[in-house]
């Protein structure tokens, strides 16, 4: 949870509300500043609820699974500021 809480304030700032329009093509949303399309398709992949992209906890369960899975790729730039390496 440390991990997950440290990335969020690194990514946004823990707003939950907040968009990035210019992230590498398209926007990047919410807490954890997923792009709509990676949250649906590791949503449906994990079978968690995935509804609702600015949820904070549904933002979450994702992003612990797919950290769990090595998917830690769509935050390098954050993990990387924390210190982080799992390359």
Same mark, same amino acid.
């Given at each position: 949870?440390?991990?997950?809480h440290?990335?969020?304030?690194?990514?946004?700032r =823990?707003?939950?509300?907040?968009? /990035?329009?210019?992230? @590498?093509?398209? !926007?990047?949303?919410? @807490?954890? #500043? %997923?792009?709509? #399309?990676?949250?649906?398709?590791?949503?449906?992949? @994990?079978?968690?609820?995935?509804? =609702?992209? %600015?949820?904070? +906890? #549904? #933002?979450? !369960?994702? !992003?612990? +699974?797919?950290?769990?899975?090595?998917?830690?790729?769509?935050?390098?730039?954050?993990?990387?500021?924390?210190?982080? /390496? @799992?390359?």
């Amino acid at each position: 949870d440390e991990i997950i809480h440290t990335l969020a304030y690194c990514e946004s700032r =823990n707003r939950e509300k907040i968009v /990035n329009e210019k992230d @590498y093509g398209s !926007a990047s949303i919410g @807490y954890l #500043q %997923f792009k709509v #399309q990676t949250f649906v398709h590791f949503g449906r992949r @994990y079978g968690l609820p995935h509804d =609702n992209p %600015f949820d904070k +906890e #549904q #933002q979450i !369960a994702i !992003a612990k +699974e797919m950290i769990k899975e090595g998917r830690w790729e769509h935050w390098k730039v954050c993990f990387k500021k924390m210190g982080l /390496n @799992y390359e």
